[in-house]
């Protein structure tokens, strides 16, 4: 083979080589992540719905559930994904204090979210409530809880990222965690809403 033919081969190498978008891997592997989430929770609602009406004795969802301070915590953790947007529409617009205190925001409106979700249970088992009273509590506290424990390590992640904002400003890896973390809070949004819906509404009326 000739020096030309050589170098015309590795020039076409170069030049066909596939672009991969910086990043691009990162955001794949955290939609599979939330597919893989998504069935979890659909799981739990599966079996809520199977147990859903197995008391044991115990109180039903008429009994036990405040449908004002649900709806009133719903209300907190879609006005905090709302907050959310607003600090990634700064974080377009290169704000970087308008993009922290957005998501401190974000973060105060989910532990507030959490707060009141800890009181209800405290309330409940207080009542007598408690997971083992009944299949119906044991499904409802499991997924509830676990979306619980959701929202709380979106919390962490908050956190996380206000300290690496500080420290790296809106650097293009930062923005990609942003954006993952924005999938994350919305996903537990939409998760809520059918929590409320399937679980609270339905089952006061």
């Known amino acids: 083979m000739s020096a030309t033919s050589m170098t015309d081969t590795t020039t076409f190498y170069v030049t066909e080589e596939e672009h991969h978008e910086a990043g691009g891997a990162t955001l794949l592997g955290f939609w599979i992540y ?5 069935l979890i929770f659909a799981t ?12 044991a004795g115990g109180p039903s969802p008429r009994e ?54 800890l009181y209800e249970f405290s309330t409940l088992i207080h009542e007598g409530a408690t997971p083992q009273t009944s299949a119906f509590l ?44 924005s999938m994350f809070w919305h996903f537990l949004d939409v998760v809520w809403i059918g929590v ?6 339905l089952g006061v009326l």
């Open 64 to 117: 036990i559930f405040e449908l004002p301070l649900v709806a009133l915590n719903t209300a907190i953790l879609l006005v905090s994904s709302i907050t959310y947007g607003f600090s990634m529409i700064a974080m377009q617009e290169g704000k970087l204090g308008a993009t922290k205190a957005w998501l401190a925001i974000t973060g105060l409106l989910g532990a507030a979210f959490v707060g009141v979700e």
């Open 44 to 55: 739990l609602f599966a079996t809520y719905g199977v147990l859903s009406s197995n008391f």
């Open 34 to 38: 939330l597919m893989s989430d998504a």
């Open 138 to 181: 044991s499904a409802f506290f499991t997924l509830v809880a676990t979306h619980g424990l959701h929202v709380s390590f979106g919390i962490l992640w908050l956190v996380v990222m206000l300290v690496q904002l500080s420290q790296r400003g809106l650097h293009p890896e930062n923005q990609r965690r942003l954006m993952c973390l």
């Open 196 to 201: 409320f819906t399937f679980v609270y509404l």
